[in-house]
C-alpha cells in the first residue's frame, strides 16, 4: 500500500484528503507543520509521495521542498490559497513537481496523484536495473543506491547525479558546464562553482576510493579513472 505523506496546518485540509486518499487505498501519514513533516520524512520508510501546504508554521512548504530534495527524488504536490505566478515559480524551484491552489477537489487531487506515482513508476522502470560497479563502488539505479565495500553511503540527490553520470561513463571528462546542464538543468542560474562543492562532498565520503578514482582535470572538468592491472 504506497504511502502519502500529508503536511497541512489546517486539520480539516489533512483530515479531508486523508479520507479520499485511504478510500482510494493510500495509507495516510499526517503532518501539522513544515518541522514534522520533515521529521516523519526522514523517520517513515517508503513515503511514495508528498502533499505538502505551502503557508505552514516552523517551515514553509518550499523549506520542507528543499529539504527533502536533499535526498529524494519522491513526487511532491504544493497546495496554497496563493494564486500568484511567483508563488507557483517558487515550488518548481524548490522541487515541486506539480501545485494544486484551494480551494480544490480532492478527487481531482487523488488523480493528480496517481498520475504523478504512474510517471514516477515509468520513469524508475525505465532505468536498467543492472548495477554499476567500479572497484568495490556499487551504483544500483534500480534501488537508487550507493554502497562501497558492502556499505551504503548517504548522497544528496545532486552528489548520486554527478556519480552516477561519471560511472556510467568511465574514463570521459565532463565539464563543470555540462554537469550542471545534465543535472541541474539548463535553466540553472546559480553559482557554477556549486559543481566543485559537490565533487569535493562527494569526494570526501567516497573516502580513499574518491581519492583514487575520482579525478580532477584543472581547467577542464572531472572524470572516474578505472585501475589498469
Known sequence: MPKILVADDEALIRRLVGDFLKKSGYDVIEAADGREAVLKFRETKDI???????????????????????TSNVPIIVLTARTQEFDELVSFESGADDFVTKPFSPTVLVKRIEALLKRAARETHSISSDAITIDG??????????????????????????????????????????????IWGVDFEGDPRTVDSHVARLRVKLGEWGELHLKTVYGAGYKIEVKRN
Open 48 to 70: 511514495s509521495l508528498v502533499v505538502c501546504d505551502i503557508m505552514m508554521p516552523e517551515m514553509d512548504g518550499w523549506e520542507v521542498c528543499r529539504e527533502i530534495r536533499r
Open 137 to 182: 563502488l556499487v551504483l544500483n539505479t534500480a534501488a537508487h543506491t550507493v554502497t562501497l565495500s558492502g556499505r551504503e553511503l548517504e548522497l544528496t540527490i545532486k552528489e548520486y547525479g554527478i556519480l552516477e553520470r561519471l560511472m556510467r561513463n568511465p574514463e570521459r571528462l565532463f565539464s563543470r558546464d555540462k554537469l550542471l546542464d545534465d
